[in-house]
């Protein structure tokens, strides 16, 4: 069972930005897709962004152009660096990982989240 642990979550004003990270344990960027979701109170669970074992990326709209996925495999570490953000990126941040090379499949396992709290 992959575990993932975040952080890096926190509070800030409106145009701020904040780095999330994510530590996995063993080397699985090799094999998984890693990806990042949001829940906002009382909102269901979205997907955020993802980026695959090649190295590809993909972001939903909402975020595209402010936040970017990466990672270090020395360090098993996903990182999603969050620029200009808006009170509407309120939400707990998700990591995920699914065993999967090009993200073909649904997320299998979930860290315990990282509260982001922005004000306008």
């Known amino acids: 069972q992959v575990q ?7 509070s800030v004003q409106a145009g701020g930005f904040l780095r ?13 897709c890693m990806g ?12 955020v ?5 090649y190295g590809t990326t993909t972001y939903a709209d909402s975020v595209k152009g402010r ?11 996903l990182y ?3 620029n200009n ?6 939400a707990m941040y998700y990591c995920a990982a699914v065993y999967s090379r090009r993200c073909l499949s ?4 979930w860290g315990q989240g990282t509260q982001v709290t922005i004000s306008s």
């Not at 993932?4 to 926190?10: D, F, R």
């Not at 994510?22 to 998984?32: D, H, L, R, S, V």
């Not at 649904?106 to 396992?109: G, K, Q, V, Y």
Request: glycine content about 10%; some cysteine.
């Open 106 to 109: 649904p997320f299998t396992s």
């Open 80 to 82: 999603l660096q969050m």
């Open 67 to 77: 936040f970017t996925i990466s990672k270090d495999n020395a360090k098993n570490t």
């Open 36 to 47: 990042w979701f949001r829940q906002a109170a009382g909102k269901q669970r979205e997907w």
């Open 49 to 53: 962004s993802s980026i695959d074992t």
């Open 85 to 90: 953000l808006k009170p509407e990126d309120t």
């Open 4 to 10: 993932l642990v975040e952080s890096g979550g926190g």
């Open 20 to 32: 999330l990270s994510c530590a996995a344990t063993g080397y699985i960027f090799g094999t998984y």
